[in-house]
């Protein structure tokens, strides 16, 4: 008879490493003091950190990356306004000769086909 040794998991299941991630992104993003996951309910338990003391965490990434955006769509608004759409900007250009008319020179290289 001889005994048979299997290898354990040093990192945990994909399962548990999932839910560690989830109640990171929970905690750092949405405030998320505690979450009670229950096998048989579909959607955890969850409690919130109190809100006085949300003012000492500072702004989650998804805050952060939604005010950049914001600032990018009122600059772009303006660029917009000041000096019109981008086909605006380049029937413009392709007038004044700026920019050379990519179509119509292809037109001139094309092999004519009878």
């Known amino acids: 008879m001889a ?4 290898p354990f998991g040093i990192g945990g299941t994909p399962a548990a490493k999932a839910h560690a991630i989830v109640e990171d ?3 750092k993003d949405y405030h998320v003091a505690d979450m009670q996951r229950d096998k048989h309910a579909s959607v955890p338990q969850v409690r919130y950190k109190d809100a006085t003391s949300m003012a000492a965490i500072p702004q989650s990434s998804w805050q952060a990356a939604g005010e950049t955006l914001q600032q990018a769509m009122v600059h772009g608004r303006e660029t917009r306004l000041k000096h019109g759409s981008g086909l605006d900007i380049l029937q413009a250009n392709l ?3 700026a920019e050379p008319d990519l179509i119509a020179n292809s037109k001139k290289r094309a092999m004519r086909v009878w």
């Open 95 to 97: 007038k004044s000769g």
């Open 3 to 6: 005994q048979e040794f299997k």
């Open 25 to 27: 992104i929970a905690a």
